[in-house]
Nanobody
């Protein structure tokens, strides 16, 4: 059974950077798509980015395009979300998720079976 653990969340000032990690265990990631979601207080969870581990295809939500970068370290079975130029609207709990599917342009949570527990990102001065 695939298990995912996020880490790297923190309090950061606007304009700052942060790198989140999603470490996998229990299975290889070769044929999975890994996605990042976030949920702000009082709002629904939204897809941020995804990465097809087999094809390397990536997609980003419009709100983060150009600021966030998803990447991987196959040897460590870890997927990263590098976040730059953070703004208060990026605040929320960030989750990684995985499934055998396609990295679509719109990242939908109902397409992912395996989820991590989340890590808190707070952007505030």
């Amino acid at each position: 059974q695939l298990q995912l653990v996020e880490s790297g969340g923190a309090l950061v000032q606007p304009g700052g950077s942060l790198r989140l990690s999603c470490a996998a265990s229990g299975s290889t990631l070769d044929y999975y798509t890994i996605a990042w979601f976030r949920q702000a207080p009082g709002k629904e969870r939204e897809g941020v980015s995804c990465l097809s581990m087999s094809r390397g295809r990536t997609n980003y939500a419009g709100a983060v395009k150009g600021r966030f970068t998803i990447s991987r370290d196959n040897a460590k079975k870890t997927v990263y979300l590098q976040m730059e130029s953070l703004i208060p609207e990026d605040t929320g709990v960030y989750y990684c998720a995985a499934d055998y599917n396609v990295c679509y342009e719109t990242v939908r949570e109902d397409e992912y079976e395996y989820w991590g527990q989340g890590t808190q990102v707070t952007v505030s001065s």
